[in-house]
């Protein structure tokens, strides 16, 4: 019976880091779902869903990537996942999301918080704090599934939330 994985993998950034991840998960005959792949500070966060096939288990996995040298240090888990392989349309980016300016503790939440009354979902975040010659500056970059009917609405209120955090916004729809 074919399972579905969650691999999680915590390690110091490398350059083919994912090729040899994806390389060895693939010689094993596993196929990938979403992944999310990220560099934090000097080290990475690497997250995939993987349809195991048939004979493959869980075990058999982790001791292949664990036997990678880049993954030597590496904080590794591998557990089953428990929910849909794919995702449904509260996953499907509507629009993309820029905000900059000067770094303040709580943007990100204020940011997102508006969002649920809009029935908007952030399908993907990245966040930075980018040193600069007057002090930190903030990135943050969202991939959001925004319904029709309210999308005008959400993205004036994410436009005018960053504008009273004294931020720059810039947002384009997709499709």
């Not at 869903?49 to 904080?75: C, F, H, M, T």
């Not at 029709?148 to 939330?161: E, G, L, P, R």
Request: glycine letters at 8%.
């Amino acid at each position: 019976m074919n399972s579905t994985a969650l691999i999680s993998i915590i390690c110091e950034d490398h350059s083919g880091l994912i090729a040899e991840v994806t390389g060895r998960l693939f010689d094993l005959g596993i196929n990938l779902g979403d992944t999310t792949f990220a560099v934090l500070g000097g080290g990475a966060e690497f997250t995939l869903v993987a349809k195991l096939p048939q004979g493959i288990g869980l075990s058999d996995v982790e001791k292949e990537l664990r036997s990678l040298k880049l993954l030597k240090d590496a904080k590794l888990t591998v557990t089953t996942f428990q929910y849909r392989e794919s995702h449904d349309e509260q996953a499907h980016i509507t629009h993309r999301v820029e905000i900059t300016g000067d770094d303040s503790p709580g943007l990100v939440a204020r940011l997102s918080e508006a969002l649920p009354k809009f029935g908007a979902n952030i399908v993907r975040l990245n966040s930075e704090s980018v040193p600069s010659e007057s002090g930190a500056r903030f990135l943050l970059r969202m991939a959001l599934s925004v319904p029709s009917a309210k999308a005008a609405t959400c993205m004036a209120t994410i436009a005018n939330t960053a504008s009273q955090l004294n931020l720059k916004c810039h947002w384009q729809q997709i499709g």
